[in-house]
């Protein structure tokens, strides 16, 4: 439970947008197609925790690789802890310093819901999920920004909405900003994005 609340922490914005429905489709229609010719990506992210209870901000850095082919995906944070989770397929693992734990997605349907939740957020490949999110579009200087609420009670108790930015011009992820239901808020910010890029196999082992 600990480290799923740890992956949670990742998916944790003050829900706010507007937009005709029209230039909606547009931006989401764009988006998407930039999403399904994504091959691989690679970037650092800062991570910045607000607890509601608590006046401190928890931040944390690390790298993130994605790769479409075989449903790939690694979350590393580095300092000032190192965890990682990765998704490879349908397996995947959870590793801290001291632990490794490894598990098969198809036989825990909550949990293979969060795993293609983090993966599909950072892409962009959510805003078509109708099933999962009702979807809303606006425009704020660069940024394309798309707020998401969960749409079934699964994600719902999970979180309230999730906001994501993207740069209008590459229609990519920069920002994610996500609000629990405890009112608790996560801002992460991609920096150094690189696409299209030849990613080692071996940051998606799972041993």
Known sequence: MKKLL???GF????????????????MVAAIDRSASS?????????????????????ISHGTMYYQQSG??????Y??????AFVLNGRQVMMQSSDRTDIMDTSANRIFREIAGLMMNTLTGKCLTDASGFTVRMSVEKDFWIAELTPARREL?????CIRLYFDAGKQVVVKVEITDNNKDR?????KNIRTDIDIDESVFTIR
């Open 156 to 160: 719902s108790q999970f979180f309230a």
């Open 38 to 58: 994504l091959k691989t990506m690679q970037c650092d992210f800062t991570q910045t925790r607000e607890l509601s209870m608590l006046s401190d901000r928890m």
């Open 71 to 76: 449903t790939k995906f690694r979350w590393e």
């Open 11 to 26: 998916l944790s914005g003050v829900c706010s947008a507007s937009g005709q429905h029209i230039r909606q489709e547009e």
């Open 78 to 83: 580095l300092r000032p802890y190192k965890y």
């Open 186 to 190: 996560t801002r992460i910010e991609l």
């Open 6 to 8: 740890i992956i949670l």
